[in-house]
């Protein structure tokens, strides 16, 4: 079975930066398309970004847009999410998952093309 593993959240200034990190283990990620999602207090979940098999195809959020970059690294079967200009509105519990299904951009951001989901990691951006 495929495990996910987030890491690289903490707490970061208005303007900062973090690396995101989704470490896969079980499974090749050759095989999964990977979405980062996150979950701010009293809200739902929202797709942040998503990548294609080979990393070729990206899709963000338009609020994450020029922000972050995902990418993924399959020989070390690990996905990243670069975050930079980070703001307030940002603080969220950030979750990976993957999906066996075919990358289509529209699709991407929603919870139900994923099955395997990664415990989360927080990220809190105060001054």
């Known amino acids: 079975q495929l495990q996910l593993v987030e890491s690289g959240g903490g707490l970061v200034q208005p303007g900062g930066s973090l690396r995101l990190s989704c470490a896969a283990s079980?499974?090749?990620?050759?095989?999964?398309?990977i979405g980062w999602f996150r979950q701010a207090p009293g809200k739902g979940r929202e797709g942040v970004s998503c990548i294609s098999r080979s990393g070729g195809i990206t899709n963000n959020v338009d609020s994450v847009k020029g922000r972050f970059t995902i990418s993924r690294d399959n020989a070390k079967n690990t996905v990243y999410l670069q975050m930079n200009s980070l703001k307030p509105e940002d603080t969220a519990v950030y979750y990976c998952?993957?999906?066996?299904?075919?990358?289509?951009?529209?699709?991407?951001?929603?919870?139900?093309?994923?099955?395997?989901w990664g415990q989360g990691t927080q990220v809190t951006v105060s001054s």
């Open positions: 079980g499974f090749s990620l050759d095989y999964y398309v």
């Open positions: 998952a993957a999906s066996t299904r075919s990358f289509v951009s529209g699709l991407c951001f929603r919870e139900g093309e994923y099955v395997d």
